[in-house]
C-alpha cells in the first residue's frame, strides 16, 4: 500500500513542477514549487526515505520565507541560506540509512542555492543538476515516479533555459535589463520603470 501510496504522490508532484518551470515571475515559481513539494515529500515519506521527505520539508519551510520576503519586496538575507543548509545536513545526520542519503543533503542544498540566485536562469541552473541526482536516488529507493519526475524536470528545465535564452536574442535590451533588475528588487515598479528608462537612454547614447 505505501509503494502505491508513494507513486502517487510522486506522480501529482510531478505536474505541478513541470507547471512551475514555465512561470517567468519568482512568485508564481515559488507558490508551484512549494506545492509540490508536499507531494514529492510524501511520496519519499510513505516509501521510508525519511531524509529526502523530511529535506523536503525544510526546502519548502524555505521557499514559504523567500515568497514573504517577495511579497514584502525584501531582499533574502545570506545567512538564511546557511540556516537551512545547516537544517539539511543535521537531518541528514540523524536519519542517515547508506550512502545514497548523500545525495538528497547534497541536492537540498544545491536547490537552496538555486531559490536565493538573482535570476530565473541561474535559479534554473542550480536546479538542473540536481535533478540528475535525484534520478539515480529515485530509482535506488523505488520511489519511480519521482525519479521520472526528476528526469523530466530535467528536460523541462534545459527547454526553459533554452527559451529564455531565445527570448533575450530576440529582445536586445533584455539582458542587460534583467542585470540591472536583479540589483533593484527593494524598489516599487515606478522606480524600476524610471531605471529601465534611464538604461534604454544610456544604451542609445553608447550606440
Known sequence: MNFILSQVMGGVALIIYLISYFFKERKNFL????????????SY????????GINTFISMACVLVLFILTEKKKEAKIYLFFIFASL?????????TDAFDLIPIITSVLFTMGYFAKTMKLTKIFMLLPNIFLVV???????YTSALLDAIECVVIISAIIEH???????????????????????????KIWHYKNYLKREKNDF
Do not use: C, M, P, T
Open 137 to 143: 536516488y529515485g530509482i535506488a529507493r523505488g520511489v
Open 88 to 96: 539539511y545536513i543535521i537531518n541528514g545526520a540523524i536519519f542517515f
Open 165 to 191: 535564452e531565445i527570448y533575450l536574442k530576440s529582445h536586445k535590451d533584455a539582458r542587460g535589463w534583467e542585470i540591472i533588475k536583479s540589483q533593484l528588487i527593494n524598489l516599487d515598479d515606478k522606480s
Open 31 to 42: 507558490i508551484f514549487q512549494f506545492v509540490g513539494d508536499l507531494f514529492y515529500a510524501l
Open 45 to 52: 515519506i510513505f516509501d521510508g526515505s525519511l531524509v529526502a
